[in-house]
């Protein structure tokens, strides 16, 4: 069991360039979440999926962010016309789904900076 | 919808002594509360989580933390302080419907030699 696994784990980009994040559930997981975090707050939900379906996007996820799951495995998290609003950290997180109260892990996070 | 309140944005502790973290919940439904622990440029990891059943939870790191339903709360103790305990702190609140987890602020938990 390797755990979540996040990748580029730090991104510094210029303001209006697309980048994109990938994250590797952990193996048979089912469940998938991607939250922002900003400097002192704490993490924000954007979405999850099961399997390969979307199940659920919060508002703060703009038409400037997609993300997808093809395969219901590996996840990417695409921000399109970057802004400085977008820097953050980019927490996936995944879990098992088979009964309420299943553990959900963390991976460690890519940082965006957006300059 | 659920919400998480965490009182105090920074606690600050001598080694040795007792850690009190403080998190209060707001939900329409029984609650299922987690406490989970963040060190610099890390993700997160989970130290306690509260279901159902006994309403004192023990964790990781000799953390535990105890759920109240008629205060709504579910705050976060240790006995004696670590230099290593030293990091941001999450309290969290999802329903039993599977909900994403809705995290409060954070507490930010110093320990002074």
């Known amino acids: 069991d390797t755990g979540v696994s996040q990748d580029p784990r730090h991104k510094i980009t210029k303001r209006g360039q697309n980048v994109t994040f990938r994250c590797d559930p952990i193996?048979?997981?089912?469940?998938l979440y991607w939250y922002r975090q900003t400097l002192g707050q704490g993490p924000e939900f954007l979405t999850y999926?099961?399997?390969?379906?979307?199940?659920?996007k919060s508002r703060l996820l703009s038409d400037r962010f997609s993300a997808e799951r093809p395969k219901g495995s590996f996840s990417t998290l695409e921000i399109q016309r970057t802004e400085q609003g977008d820097s953050a950290m980019y927490l996936c997180?995944?879990?098992?789904?088979?009964?309420?109260?299943?553990?959900?892990?963390f991976g460690e996070g890519s940082w965006l900076t957006v300059v | 919808a659920q919400s998480v309140t965490q009182l105090g944005s920074h606690v600050s502790v001598s080694e040795g002594a007792l850690v009190l973290l403080r998190c209060n919940y707001s939900s329409s439904v029984p609650p299922y509360l987690f406490w989970y622990v963040q060190y610099p440029n890390q993700g997160l990891q989970l130290l306690l989580k509260?279901?159902?059943?006994?309403?004192l939870v023990k964790g990781i790191n000799g953390f535990e933390a105890e759920f109240k339903k008629s205060e709504t709360s579910f705050h976060l103790t240790k006995p004696s302080a670590h230099m290593s305990d030293a990091a941001e702190y999450f309290c969290?609140?999802?329903?039993?419907?599977?909900?994403?987890?809705?995290f409060g602020k954070g507490t930010r938990l110093s320990v002074i030699a």
């Open positions: 193996s048979e997981h089912n469940r």
């Open positions: 999926f099961q399997n390969e379906a979307q199940l659920e």
């Open positions: 997180a995944s879990s098992l789904y088979k009964s309420s109260g299943n553990t959900i892990y």
């Open positions: 509260y279901t159902t059943g006994a309403t």
């Open positions: 969290a609140v999802r329903t039993p419907g599977n909900t994403p987890l809705v």
